[in-house]
């Protein structure tokens, strides 16, 4: 039979040289913490500030939230803080897309039409479109006058919920490929595609926030990041660099310009501030279909197909990070992007129409430029 283990005092500045203890701390027995002894009250005591830590690390927060993932490893500090409320209605009466109404999510009208050229729409059609995103910048701009900290991510999608709604719309998100929520809201090292839930937004971060919606049989697409409070300067330039890659590449969109020649336009950008594109996850033609022909990749060297023509309508949304890696990870919720050394990202999305002349930034805010 083999003996106890020996266990030595645990205080840092035990004063009779961390001798065999056997005063375990009662906290730390109950959460299941092993190795926890003092040699007595007094280094107990003297070292409970401290100590107490350990206890906050692995006890549950005392409002029933948790992180569903808790052996996942995280690149950053971000973690998710479940659970998730309940799934947002959406009145009857609201058209929606096939998605919507399939258990499990998948956009069929979109597999239809993969290996087809990007459609080119009528005049009815880019009315519709104007339209669709006329009200996705109004929820956009609704939804950013709430970023402030203490405002939780499922606040912000309730209050983006309603406002499309309001609008006899409904969120494009919502049930696409089964995501749970009306809005993505992606915080620090989030890519992109984050999960809304009862995270607080604190000082000093950045939040990226995604609308899209369904109006009248057609789609709109557009994001913006978000400064929390007070930001440090590195987070101000990477939010400043996106944008730049953003109307860097809008000022080349015209009728005959190739898709290959938009990461063209972006990368240099980017890597003059110091920071790298994302190759993952591209822009893409939209209409009354979410996701569509063409596709755009935002890094240059790419091999994308085909040129712009009057009458289609695309995104362009650089997702760009902090230093040189590109790369990114998944979390086990299959949807959260996040930045693989856990420094932080930034994205800007508009949607857009070529024109005769040139281009037409459907979802463009009241102070940016419309056409270019």
């Known amino acids: 039979m083999n003996s106890a283990p020996v266990v030595l005092c645990q205080s840092p500045k035990c004063p009779r040289g961390n ?51 808790p052996k996942y490893p995280f690149s950053g500090t971000l973690r998710p803080v479940y659970p998730l409320s309940p799934r947002r209605e959406v009145p009857a009466h609201i058209p929606r897309p096939d998605y919507a109404l399939r258990e499990d999510g998948v956009p069929i009208s979109e597999m239809r039409t993969l290996g087809h050229p990007p459609r080119i729409l009528n005049a009815d059609e880019i009315q519709k479109m104007r339209t669709a995103c006329r009200l996705g910048r109004e929820v ?40 749970p929520k009306s809005i993505c809201t992606s915080i620090n090292e989030a890519i992109c595609h984050g999960i809304p839930d009862r995270r607080k937004l604190r000082e000093g971060d950045i939040i990226n926030l995604d609308i899209s919606l369904y109006y009248d049989g057609f789609h709109s697409d557009l ?36 898709f290959r020649d938009i990461g063209k336009a972006i990368e240099p950008i980017a890597r003059a501030n110091g920071c790298a594109v994302v190759r993952t996850y591209t822009g893409h033609g939209i209409n009354n279909l979410f996701h569509t022909a063409p596709n755009i990749p935002h890094y240059a060297k790419n091999k994308a197909v085909g040129s712009m023509k009057p009458g289609m309508c695309f995104t362009i949304e650089p997702m760009i990070n902090l230093g040189g890696n590109w790369d990114l990870q998944h979390w086990e919720d299959s949807w959260t992007a996040t930045t693989i050394d856990g420094k932080r990202s930034a994205q ?12 037409e930034v459907l979802t463009a805010g009241a102070d940016g430029a419309n056409s270019f």
């Open 348 to 359: 800007f999305e508009e949607t857009l129409l070529i024109t005769e002349s040139g281009v």
């Open 140 to 179: 956009l701009d609704l939804a950013a006058s709430h970023v402030r900290p203490g405002i939780t991510t499922d606040e912000l999608d309730a209050i983006v919920h309603q406002a499309i709604i309001d609008r006899n719309a409904y969120p494009s998100p919502l049930n696409y490929r089964k995501f």
């Open 223 to 258: 994001n913006a990041t978000y400064p929390v409070g007070k930001i440090d300067e590195d987070s101000a330039k990477l939010i400043r660099t996106t944008r730049a890659c953003l109307d860097g590449a809008i000022k080349m969109c015209k009728p005959g310009a190739l």
């Open 19 to 69: 001798p065999p203890s056997r005063l375990e701390c009662p906290t730390c027995n109950k959460l299941g913490i092993r190795g926890s002894f003092f040699c007595g009250q007094e280094c107990f005591k003297a070292d409970c500030k401290n100590h107490k830590v350990v206890h906050d690390i692995v006890q549950p927060p005392k409002d029933g939230t948790y992180n569903p993932f």
